[in-house]
Nanobody
Framework: QVLLAESGGGLVQAGGSLRLSCASSMRAFSLYQMGWFRQAPGKEREFVAAITWNGGRTAYVDSVKGRFTISRDNAQNTVYLQMNSLKPEDTAVYFC????????????????????WGQGTQVTVSS
């Protein structure tokens, strides 16, 4: 059973934009904090952004601040990652993730704090 499904990845030139989507089939999606992570070849999975259950708080890794925006539409059971001014170093497989449904306002930023994971979508930024 696929609970989280990412889409929107692709090949883009440096300076371009992509919008990633993560559609969820989880019941009570609005209870879950959602996050985006990425993993480049030979590197560990890296936190990118997270958003609390009600969208009230967000957090970003420093390298994407001012360029990426995480948002969610609880009515559509979907979380988004708008990526602007993309750089070659943004190239990675991007994963969305959901926590255990804690419904709190603490923004999580490590993989171990997220329970459910999608399969990932490739983002490639050419120079």
């Amino acid at each position: 059973q696929v609970l989280l499904a990412e889409s929107g990845g692709g090949l883009v030139q440096a300076g371009g934009s992509l919008r990633l989507s993560c559609a969820s089939s989880m019941r009570a999606f609005s209870l879950y904090q959602m996050g985006w992570f990425r993993q480049a070849p030979g590197k560990e999975r890296e936190f990118v952004a997270a958003i609390t259950w009600n969208g009230g708080r967000t957090a970003y890794v420093d390298s994407v601040k001012g360029r990426f925006t995480i948002s969610r539409d609880n009515a559509q059971n979907t979380v988004y990652l708008q990526m602007n001014s993309l750089k070659p170093e943004d190239t990675a497989v991007y994963f969305c993730a959901a926590d255990s449904g804690t419904q709190d306002n603490y923004v999580r930023s490590t993989p171990r704090e997220f329970v459910y994971w999608g399969q990932g979508t490739q983002v490639t930024v050419s120079s």
